[in-house]
């Protein structure tokens, strides 16, 4: 597909919704349009694994990593409407660490593809298992999605969590719960 045939889609969309396609402030919409959804869609182009092998590094700690409060912005497959939301992870080390980085990173080549909130957990949970290969991964999602807010039951701010849990969080009903207890605390604000 060419760019000038994803514009000409936006136009017909505009049209069929009885705008004039012609007037000032939407002539250049199939443009931005095509480039916005480029970007927002920019993650079926980048490779988790390449993201994180760039920056593993040895390292004797054995403790738990976390990453609380990463934000992130998708799109639900079905409505092609945002999500919006905040992901926590951790993860126990096993003779590498990550550059702290790397983690948001990967969070966004998930959120850049059209996604369910369940699937996109899973996807974070398990790249970052199968490349980093931690002793445990624990991912978990809390998001609002507009599908549900802007159209259908249109219930405000309510928010949906999923979690994916690998290896000693999955094992371990206390590493689970540090993990919990971590991510529900507030040590800075």
């Known amino acids: 597909m060419q760019e000038k045939d994803f514009e000409n889609a936006v136009k017909n969309m505009l049209t069929y919704l009885g705008e004039d396609i012609t007037r000032e402030g939407l002539v250049k919409t199939p443009q931005r349009v095509r480039k916005a ?31 609380k409060d ?54 974070i949970a398990d790249a970052l298992n199968e490349h980093l290969k931690p002793k445990g991964v624990a991912v978990v999602v809390d998001a609002r999605h507009m599908c549900m807010e802007m159209r259908g039951v249109q219930k405000i701010c309510s928010t949906t969590v999923t979690s994916a849990l690998r290896g000693l969080f999955k094992k371990e009903k206390k590493t689970k719960d540090e993990f919990l207890s971590i991510i529900s605390s507030s040590f800075i604000k």
């Open 37 to 67: 959804m480029e970007f927002m869609c920019s993650g079926y182009k980048e490779d988790p694994k390449s993201i994180i092998e760039k920056a593993l590094f040895t390292s004797t700690n054995d403790e738990m990593v976390v990453l």
């Open 70 to 123: 990463i934000e992130f912005y998708s799109q639900c497959e079905h409505h092609m409407l945002p999500i919006i939301g905040k992901v926590h992870v951790a993860y126990i080390p096993n003779g590498k660490v990550v550059g702290l980085s790397k983690i948001p990173r990967v969070v966004d080549v998930f959120a850049r593809r059209l996604q369910i909130q369940e699937q996109f957990t899973e996807q």
